[in-house]
């Protein structure tokens, strides 16, 4: 059979076309994307909440360490020299404890002859007396005139003056050699010594001093907005250079601020300490009562140039990174004052690790907390 030409050509051209489309199909097949895979999870993680309580409240200051009172004992006698000393800087000492002495040859001298003074006094005022007894009792006999009896009491009234005069002098002569005796003033720590072994010294000059009692306070340094929230009888704790911590009693606020520096202090009485020296500088904190807390374990807050965040996990699982602000710490917790809300489902560790919009699988506890 005989096919006419055009017939057969345009069979041919169809037979191309077909060819030139299944490869164009093959190609695009090839060519054509696998689907995406699911996503993957960043990480596994456990969900909590923020939990409500009741912490206190603090009120974080510094300030120097000083002593509660300090005493100054000085020389009460001048021009004496110091024959001895028995105290020195950090001694515990007693109400009464000698503390040094000042030469008292020539005290001694003086108060042997104030004894001798009073004892010649009081022989005259004996004369004086026996004489006016006498011519008192011969005064109605004539025997001697008036004026002569007059006389012997007059004599009797000058020798007793006399005699009081000279007591007089042996109470300030033995005062002025007891203060060869310089002693404690009150228990404390002998906080500095002046006194020098063979100095003479003047009336007034201070040889020693203590700290009463041993007792040392914290003198906090506050704005007028925190003193504001002061009152005596508050505790509070410091801690020293080398870790230990001191607790006190706030036994007095300022009444006024400095007009240099805008501050207060506030004296918090310290317990005795080992280690508490004054003028150490120490930073401490204030209690002021407990106050409702929003926390969060402190392994949820995730601290990034300067900032601290938190992840909350989304119903996709999705996470979305908050920035909150933080408060107090207690017992590896830490306050959430804003930021986030009470009822939002939190990363609990491992936030350093996401970051906003990752995808996490949750844990056996976190699907629970969910």
């Given at each position: 059979m005989k096919y006419p030409i055009r017939t057969i050509a345009l069979a041919v051209a169809l037979l191309g076309m077909a060819g030139g489309l299944a490869a164009l199909l093959s190609k695009q097949a090839q060519a054509a994307p696998a689907a995406a895979?699911?996503?993957?999870?960043?990480?596994?993680?456990?969900?909590?909440?923020?939990?409500?309580?009741?912490?206190?409240?603090?009120?974080?200051?510094?300030?120097?360490?000083a002593p509660w009172q300090e005493a100054s004992i000085s020389a009460e006698t001048g021009g004496l020299r110091i024959v001895a000393l028995h105290a020195d800087v950090g001694s515990q000492v007693k109400r009464g404890q000698l503390l040094a002495e000042l030469a008292s040859a020539t005290l001694g001298a003086e108060l042997r002859q104030a004894e001798a003074n009073v004892a010649q006094a009081r022989a005259s005022l004996q004369e004086a007396q026996a004489n006016a007894r006498r011519g008192e009792a011969v005064r109605e006999s004539g025997a001697l005139s008036n004026q002569q009896i007059e006389q012997y009491q007059l004599s009797a009234a000058s020798a007793e003056a006399s005699l009081a005069a000279s007591e007089a002098a042996l109470a300030s002569a033995r005062i002025k050699l007891a203060q060869t005796r310089i002693v404690?003033?009150?228990?404390?720590?002998?906080?500095s010594r002046s006194a020098v072994l063979g100095a003479v010294?003047?009336?007034g000059t201070e040889l020693f001093?203590?700290?009463?009692?041993?007792?040392?306070?914290?003198q906090a340094e506050l704005s007028a907005e925190q003193l504001a929230r002061l009152k005596p009888g508050l505790h509070g704790q410091i801690s020293l250079p080398g870790g230990d911590t001191v607790r006190g009693t706030l036994r007095l606020v300022a009444p006024t601020l400095s007009s240099n520096t805008r501050h207060a202090l506030a004296y918090l009485a310290l317990e005795?300490?080992?280690?508490?020296?004054?003028?150490?500088?120490?930073?401490?904190?204030?209690?002021l009562g407990e106050q409702a807390a929003l926390t969060v374990p402190s392994s949820a807050v995730t601290v990034r140039d300067g900032h601290s965040y938190v992840f909350e996990v989304d119903?996709?699982?999705?996470?979305?990174?908050?920035q909150v602000q933080t408060g107090r710490s207690q017992d590896s917790r830490i306050?959430?004052?804003?930021?986030?809300?009470a009822k939002a489902h939190l990363v609990r560790s491992g936030g350093a690790f996401l970051s906003d919009g990752d995808?996490?699988?949750?844990?056996a506890a976190g699907k629970e907390a969910a």
């Open positions: 895979p699911a996503e993957q999870a960043a990480l596994t993680v456990e969900l909590v909440q923020p939990s409500q309580a009741r912490w206190p409240q603090t009120l974080q200051a510094s300030g120097a360490l404690a003033v009150d228990d404390g720590v002998v906080s010294v003047s009336s001093r203590l700290v009463r009692q041993g007792k040392l306070e914290w005795a300490h080992p280690k508490a020296r004054a003028g150490m500088y120490a930073r401490g904190s204030i209690a119903a996709q699982g999705k996470v979305i990174q908050r306050e959430i004052v804003s930021g986030v809300a995808t996490v699988r949750l844990a």
